[in-house]
Protein backbone atom coordinates (compact mmCIF):
# COMPACT_ATOMS: atom_id res chain seq x y z
CA UNK A 1 0.00 0.00 0.00
CA UNK A 2 2.64 2.16 1.13
CA UNK A 3 4.91 1.69 -2.21
CA UNK A 4 1.36 1.90 -4.60
CA UNK A 5 1.34 5.57 -3.18
CA UNK A 6 4.80 6.69 -3.51
CA UNK A 7 4.56 5.77 -7.05
CA UNK A 8 1.74 7.84 -7.56
CA UNK A 9 3.45 10.95 -5.27
CA UNK A 10 6.60 10.46 -7.60
CA UNK A 11 4.39 10.05 -10.85
CA UNK A 12 2.93 13.60 -10.27
CA UNK A 13 5.77 15.18 -9.21
CA UNK A 14 7.03 14.22 -12.86
CA UNK A 15 4.29 15.89 -14.50
CA UNK A 16 3.99 19.07 -12.47
CA UNK A 17 7.66 19.50 -13.25
CA UNK A 18 7.75 19.07 -16.95
CA UNK A 19 4.73 21.60 -17.12
CA UNK A 20 6.64 24.48 -15.43
CA UNK A 21 9.33 23.72 -17.68
CA UNK A 22 7.15 23.80 -20.99
CA UNK A 23 6.10 27.31 -19.75
CA UNK A 24 9.21 28.77 -18.53
CA UNK A 25 11.18 31.31 -20.54
CA UNK A 26 14.48 30.32 -21.81
CA UNK A 27 17.62 30.92 -19.70
CA UNK A 28 20.14 33.46 -21.73
CA UNK A 29 23.35 32.54 -22.08
CA UNK A 30 25.32 35.54 -22.64
CA UNK A 31 24.36 39.14 -23.02
CA UNK A 32 25.93 39.15 -26.27
CA UNK A 33 22.84 37.24 -27.99
CA UNK A 34 20.36 39.82 -25.92
CA UNK A 35 22.21 42.62 -28.05
CA UNK A 36 22.18 40.79 -31.24
CA UNK A 37 18.27 40.20 -30.95
CA UNK A 38 17.48 43.88 -29.67
CA UNK A 39 19.74 44.77 -33.24
CA UNK A 40 17.27 42.97 -34.88
CA UNK A 41 14.13 43.68 -33.46
CA UNK A 42 14.94 47.86 -34.22
CA UNK A 43 16.40 46.56 -37.76
CA UNK A 44 12.74 45.36 -38.39
CA UNK A 45 11.21 48.00 -36.46
CA UNK A 46 12.71 50.62 -38.78
CA UNK A 47 12.44 48.26 -42.32
CA UNK A 48 8.78 48.99 -41.41
CA UNK A 49 8.89 52.74 -40.63
CA UNK A 50 10.45 53.58 -43.96
CA UNK A 51 8.37 50.98 -46.46
CA UNK A 52 5.75 53.87 -47.20
CA UNK A 53 7.66 56.42 -47.97
CA UNK A 54 9.29 57.62 -51.50
CA UNK A 55 13.14 58.81 -52.37
CA UNK A 56 12.57 62.32 -53.09
CA UNK A 57 14.58 63.59 -56.29
CA UNK A 58 17.65 65.77 -56.16
CA UNK A 59 16.05 68.30 -58.97
CA UNK A 60 12.90 69.91 -58.61
CA UNK A 61 12.58 69.66 -62.46
CA UNK A 62 13.61 66.04 -62.21
CA UNK A 63 10.01 64.77 -64.07
CA UNK A 64 10.69 67.37 -66.99
CA UNK A 65 12.12 66.28 -70.52
CA UNK A 66 15.49 67.70 -69.29
CA UNK A 67 15.43 68.60 -65.70
CA UNK A 68 18.99 70.06 -65.72
CA UNK A 69 18.14 72.63 -68.11
CA UNK A 70 14.82 73.57 -66.25
CA UNK A 71 16.62 73.85 -63.43
CA UNK A 72 18.58 76.60 -64.58
CA UNK A 73 15.74 78.01 -66.11
CA UNK A 74 13.89 78.18 -62.57
CA UNK A 75 16.92 79.87 -60.92
CA UNK A 76 17.14 82.27 -63.51
CA UNK A 77 13.12 83.18 -63.56
CA UNK A 78 13.04 83.72 -59.87
CA UNK A 79 15.85 86.55 -59.70
CA UNK A 80 13.73 88.00 -62.11
CA UNK A 81 10.03 88.10 -60.16
CA UNK A 82 12.65 88.92 -57.15
CA UNK A 83 14.16 92.07 -59.47
CA UNK A 84 11.77 92.40 -61.58
CA UNK A 85 11.12 96.45 -60.60
CA UNK A 86 15.00 97.21 -61.06
CA UNK A 87 15.54 99.87 -64.07
CA UNK A 88 17.35 98.32 -67.11
CA UNK A 89 19.12 100.53 -69.16
CA UNK A 90 21.03 99.76 -72.98
CA UNK A 91 23.82 98.01 -72.65
CA UNK A 92 26.81 98.78 -74.68
CA UNK A 93 28.62 95.50 -74.05
CA UNK A 94 27.37 92.58 -73.31
CA UNK A 95 29.62 89.75 -72.26
CA UNK A 96 29.89 86.68 -74.67
CA UNK A 97 28.28 83.54 -73.13
CA UNK A 98 28.77 79.67 -72.76
CA UNK A 99 27.86 78.47 -76.30
CA UNK A 100 25.25 76.39 -77.59
CA UNK A 101 28.04 73.40 -77.31
CA UNK A 102 29.57 74.62 -73.87
CA UNK A 103 26.08 74.85 -71.87
CA UNK A 104 25.22 71.57 -73.11
CA UNK A 105 27.38 69.83 -70.79
CA UNK A 106 25.81 71.40 -68.08
CA UNK A 107 22.24 71.87 -69.88
CA UNK A 108 21.09 68.16 -70.56
CA UNK A 109 23.60 67.59 -73.16
CA UNK A 110 21.37 66.18 -76.10
CA UNK A 111 18.36 66.69 -74.59
CA UNK A 112 19.39 70.19 -74.78
CA UNK A 113 17.46 71.98 -77.86
CA UNK A 114 18.47 75.56 -80.08
CA UNK A 115 14.92 76.89 -78.69
CA UNK A 116 15.48 76.09 -74.87
CA UNK A 117 19.29 77.77 -75.60
CA UNK A 118 17.58 80.68 -76.75
CA UNK A 119 15.24 80.99 -73.95
CA UNK A 120 18.26 80.78 -71.56
CA UNK A 121 20.09 84.22 -73.43
CA UNK A 122 16.97 86.08 -73.08
CA UNK A 123 16.61 85.90 -69.66
CA UNK A 124 20.84 86.17 -69.44
CA UNK A 125 20.48 89.57 -71.21
CA UNK A 126 17.43 90.35 -69.27
CA UNK A 127 19.31 90.37 -65.69
CA UNK A 128 22.56 91.66 -67.75
CA UNK A 129 20.27 95.06 -68.41
CA UNK A 130 19.65 95.94 -65.06
CA UNK A 131 21.12 99.11 -64.00
CA UNK A 132 25.08 98.54 -63.21
CA UNK A 133 24.76 100.43 -60.08
CA UNK A 134 21.75 98.71 -59.05
CA UNK A 135 23.20 95.13 -59.55
CA UNK A 136 23.30 92.79 -56.66
CA UNK A 137 25.94 90.28 -56.00
CA UNK A 138 23.16 87.67 -56.05
CA UNK A 139 22.37 88.51 -59.67
CA UNK A 140 26.37 88.97 -60.74
CA UNK A 141 27.49 85.53 -59.36
CA UNK A 142 24.56 84.32 -61.07
CA UNK A 143 25.33 85.53 -64.38
CA UNK A 144 29.03 84.67 -64.10
CA UNK A 145 28.18 81.08 -64.26
CA UNK A 146 27.22 81.40 -67.87
CA UNK A 147 30.31 83.77 -68.89
CA UNK A 148 33.12 82.41 -71.26
CA UNK A 149 36.54 83.67 -70.37
CA UNK A 150 37.28 86.13 -73.38
CA UNK A 151 36.96 89.42 -73.79
CA UNK A 152 33.92 91.31 -73.97
CA UNK A 153 32.12 91.21 -77.26
CA UNK A 154 30.98 94.69 -78.70
CA UNK A 155 27.00 94.87 -79.50
CA UNK A 156 27.15 98.08 -81.67
CA UNK A 157 27.15 97.25 -85.41
CA UNK A 158 29.78 98.27 -87.35
CA UNK A 159 29.22 101.44 -90.01
CA UNK A 160 29.90 100.84 -93.89
CA UNK A 161 32.07 103.97 -94.80
CA UNK A 162 32.09 106.38 -97.96
CA UNK A 163 34.71 105.34 -100.22
CA UNK A 164 37.63 107.51 -101.76
CA UNK A 165 35.48 109.32 -104.63
CA UNK A 166 32.62 109.29 -101.74
CA UNK A 167 30.11 106.61 -103.30
CA UNK A 168 28.35 104.08 -100.99
CA UNK A 169 28.37 100.42 -102.33
CA UNK A 170 25.67 98.10 -101.63
CA UNK A 171 24.52 94.80 -103.26
CA UNK A 172 20.55 94.10 -103.06
CA UNK A 173 19.04 90.58 -104.27
CA UNK A 174 15.47 89.30 -105.42
CA UNK A 175 14.51 85.92 -106.71
CA UNK A 176 17.62 85.25 -108.98
CA UNK A 177 18.36 88.86 -109.36
CA UNK A 178 21.25 90.52 -108.20
CA UNK A 179 22.38 94.00 -108.17
CA UNK A 180 25.32 96.06 -107.62
CA UNK A 181 24.88 99.90 -106.74
CA UNK A 182 27.05 102.83 -106.27
CA UNK A 183 25.28 106.36 -104.87
CA UNK A 184 27.04 109.27 -104.50
CA UNK A 185 25.79 112.77 -104.26
CA UNK A 186 24.84 114.02 -107.13
CA UNK A 187 21.83 116.04 -109.67
CA UNK A 188 19.76 112.73 -109.91
CA UNK A 189 21.07 110.76 -112.76
CA UNK A 190 20.28 106.72 -112.81
CA UNK A 191 22.25 104.46 -114.88
CA UNK A 192 21.21 100.82 -114.69
CA UNK A 193 24.23 98.83 -116.84
CA UNK A 194 25.27 101.91 -118.59
CA UNK A 195 21.63 103.37 -119.99
CA UNK A 196 19.40 104.81 -118.79
CA UNK A 197 16.29 104.21 -116.48
CA UNK A 198 13.44 104.67 -119.07
CA UNK A 199 15.70 102.96 -121.77
CA UNK A 200 15.71 99.71 -119.55
CA UNK A 201 12.99 99.74 -117.53
CA UNK A 202 9.93 99.75 -119.91
CA UNK A 203 7.45 99.25 -117.12
CA UNK A 204 6.34 102.20 -115.48
CA UNK A 205 5.80 99.93 -112.27
CA UNK A 206 9.52 98.79 -112.50
CA UNK A 207 11.10 102.65 -112.51
CA UNK A 208 8.61 103.53 -109.70
CA UNK A 209 10.10 100.46 -107.48
CA UNK A 210 13.35 101.95 -108.39
CA UNK A 211 12.74 105.40 -107.05
CA UNK A 212 10.58 104.36 -103.98
CA UNK A 213 13.25 104.37 -101.78
CA UNK A 214 14.19 108.03 -102.83
CA UNK A 215 10.73 109.37 -102.44
CA UNK A 216 10.52 107.83 -98.90
CA UNK A 217 13.12 110.03 -97.58
CA UNK A 218 12.48 113.08 -100.00
CA UNK A 219 15.62 112.82 -101.75
CA UNK A 220 14.81 112.45 -105.59
CA UNK A 221 16.95 114.56 -107.41
CA UNK A 222 19.79 114.80 -104.93
CA UNK A 223 22.10 111.78 -105.73
CA UNK A 224 23.53 109.98 -108.58
CA UNK A 225 22.98 106.07 -108.90
CA UNK A 226 24.92 103.50 -111.19
CA UNK A 227 23.67 100.03 -110.71
CA UNK A 228 24.83 97.08 -112.45
CA UNK A 229 22.23 93.91 -112.62
CA UNK A 230 22.03 90.82 -113.73
CA UNK A 231 19.81 87.70 -113.97
CA UNK A 232 15.73 87.51 -113.13
CA UNK A 233 13.37 89.42 -114.88
CA UNK A 234 12.34 92.97 -115.35
CA UNK A 235 10.66 93.20 -112.96
CA UNK A 236 13.16 91.08 -109.73
CA UNK A 237 15.72 92.87 -110.97
CA UNK A 238 14.24 96.42 -110.33
CA UNK A 239 13.13 95.07 -106.69
CA UNK A 240 17.02 93.90 -106.53
CA UNK A 241 18.39 97.45 -107.31
CA UNK A 242 15.78 99.22 -105.00
CA UNK A 243 16.66 96.78 -101.79
CA UNK A 244 20.40 98.09 -102.53
CA UNK A 245 19.78 101.69 -102.68
CA UNK A 246 17.69 101.77 -99.50
CA UNK A 247 20.83 99.73 -97.87
CA UNK A 248 23.40 102.64 -99.96
CA UNK A 249 21.49 105.77 -98.43
CA UNK A 250 21.51 104.26 -94.50
CA UNK A 251 25.38 104.50 -95.10
CA UNK A 252 25.54 108.52 -95.92
CA UNK A 253 23.10 109.01 -92.91
CA UNK A 254 22.36 106.28 -90.11
CA UNK A 255 19.51 108.28 -89.08
CA UNK A 256 17.38 107.11 -91.92
CA UNK A 257 17.69 103.39 -91.20
CA UNK A 258 14.31 103.50 -89.06
CA UNK A 259 12.47 105.38 -91.79
CA UNK A 260 14.01 102.99 -94.40
CA UNK A 261 13.43 100.38 -92.64
CA UNK A 262 9.18 101.12 -91.99
CA UNK A 263 9.31 101.41 -95.54
CA UNK A 264 10.42 97.96 -96.39
CA UNK A 265 12.91 98.57 -98.56
CA UNK A 266 15.91 97.62 -95.82
CA UNK A 267 14.05 93.97 -96.06
CA UNK A 268 14.88 91.27 -98.83
CA UNK A 269 11.84 89.81 -100.54
CA UNK A 270 12.16 86.28 -100.00
CA UNK A 271 9.46 85.13 -101.91
CA UNK A 272 9.76 82.04 -104.95
CA UNK A 273 7.47 81.20 -107.52
CA UNK A 274 6.23 77.55 -106.04
CA UNK A 275 7.27 74.87 -108.31
CA UNK A 276 4.52 73.04 -110.05
CA UNK A 277 3.14 69.38 -108.81
CA UNK A 278 3.04 66.28 -110.54
CA UNK A 279 -0.83 65.50 -110.57
CA UNK A 280 -1.68 69.12 -110.46
CA UNK A 281 -2.19 72.14 -112.89
CA UNK A 282 -0.33 74.65 -111.25
CA UNK A 283 1.38 74.52 -107.75
CA UNK A 284 -2.18 74.26 -106.02
CA UNK A 285 -4.62 73.86 -108.74
CA UNK A 286 -5.93 70.58 -108.97
CA UNK A 287 -8.07 69.23 -112.21
CA UNK A 288 -11.69 69.27 -112.06
CA UNK A 289 -12.93 66.07 -110.29
CA UNK A 290 -15.37 63.87 -112.11
CA UNK A 291 -17.11 61.34 -110.13
CA UNK A 292 -17.11 59.67 -113.28
Avoid at 202 to 230: C, Q
Avoid at 255 to 283: C, F, I, M
Wanted: hydrophobic share 35%; proline share 4%.
Amino acid sequence: MFSRLSAVSLRQGFVVQRRLFSYARPLLNSGSQATANQNTARETNNEYQYSGTRIVPKLSTFYSANPHHEAHIDNLEALMRKYIKYPTVQVEERPMWLSLQEYALIGGGSRLKSTQYKQLLFLLNRLNSIDPQLMVPEISNTLAKYHKKTKLQPQRDTLKELDEFGRSLAIGRRKTATAKVYVVRGEGQILVNDRALNDYFVKMKDRESIMYPLKAIDSVGKYNIFAMVSGGGTTAQADAIMHAIGKALVTFNPLLKTRLHRSGVLTRDYRHVERKKPGKRKARKMPTWVKR
